[in-house]
């Protein structure tokens, strides 16, 4: 597989990918998560529980399912914001070596004088919940505005004060009060702000939490079930992409460490989808110029928010390189066959069948007949590898037999 990957470098990126919205990116995970650990050391919780607590962190908002909640957790005192806590904590607590931080998200907008769905107020309610409840509502602060480095000390008395009006009420008053001391030192103000926030971010982390295979497919799979689950049309797809790409990566001989990489790759082709507007995704008619220019954007998301993973995972392009064709027709990148490695040429494949297979707002899912006329097709005009072609066409038992494993 190459180097190993470092568990908060990945989801430091990765949470990127939670903040897409109307406003652009917004980085509030990223936000959460510093503000989290800066209250973390000021409270002298242990090692253990501060990475437990940037687990939580960081991925905090993993179960908000559409664009129109996401806005609505931006008003500060937002009602009934505990859905998205517990699909959150269903969707972590099935990834090992996050399991710590699944209690922390489902409690993290429980309010300290209580009337939550847990039962649970003042010191019942686990302490990372509370930190990431309070440098939550921060963010959403200094969202609202969008101060930059440059402006925000002549504002952060007002976040402060605002804040402290709802101490004891919504926040443990002696976090409210810990806010209060660290919020005296300006650089944190300008972390928070600044483009430097992600290299500040991993400073405070600490050290290196090496992934091993097994954890960095768990982490895969993960964000595949967050994306897959912005529509009932896709849920699975990812998976079924990375089941299809690595058959036929195996079948066509690539190596064993590549067809590992493949499947993450499968996993994490669609991660710029986060980017879409739901209305966009969901639509049962044709889509306007406009509509399908948002479309074109999820690829090259893709490719930035795995980009750092380049030097040392060659799955960055295989990911987003799954719309290209091979006579340069088709998005985001516009490369043609001597630009895409067999790796791209079996997901571009890979993708399109599984989608032809599935349900779609706008047409029944086809079958393997029909799908497969499309693709041949597509291989005769020159816009797909004939080889990978073949190597599906050849394949029809034993990919119905994974599909059916999927499902």
Known sequence: MGRSVDLVW?????????????????????????????????????????????????????????WAEKNRLDTFDVQDPWPHCRRGYELVGKVEILQEAAELILHHHDRWLGGNPSGKKGAEIPLGSRIIHLADRVSVLLTKEEWTEQEILNHKDRIIREIELQAGRLFDPELVCLLREV????????????????????LW????????????????ELFAR????????????????????????????????????????????DLGKLAVPDEVLEKAGPLSEAEFN??????YYTYWLLKPLDGQLPLVRWAAYHHEKLNGQGYPFRLTGAELCLGARVMAVSDIFTALREDRPYRASLSWEK??????DQAEQGLLDRRVVEALRDSRRELEELWLEVS
């Open 10 to 66: 990945l989801l430091s990126n990765l949470s990127l990918a939670l903040d897409f919205s109307h406003r652009g990116l917004l980085r509030h995970h990223q936000r959460v998560a510093l503000l989290s650990l800066r209250l973390a050391e000021a409270a002298r919780m242990t090692p253990d529980d501060k990475i437990a607590l940037f687990k939580a962190a960081i991925i905090h908002d993993l179960g908000v399912v559409s």
């Open 183 to 202: 919020a005296r030192n300006e650089s944190l103000w300008f972390d928070l702000t600044s483009p430097f926030l992600s290299d500040s971010l991993r």
């Open 205 to 220: 982390a600490g050290g290196e939490f090496l992934l091993s295979p097994d954890q960095l497919r768990a982490v895969a």
């Open 226 to 269: 967050v994306v897959d689950a912005k529509s009932p049309f896709t849920y699975l797809h990812s998976k079924r992409v990375a089941v299809v790409a690595r058959f036929l990566a195996e079948y066509l001989g690539m190596k064993e460490g590549d067809l590992f990489l493949i499947e993450l790759a499968g996993l994490l082709h």
């Open 294 to 299: 948002l479309i074109k954007t999820h690829p």
């Open 371 to 376: 799908a497969m006329r499309i693709i041949a």
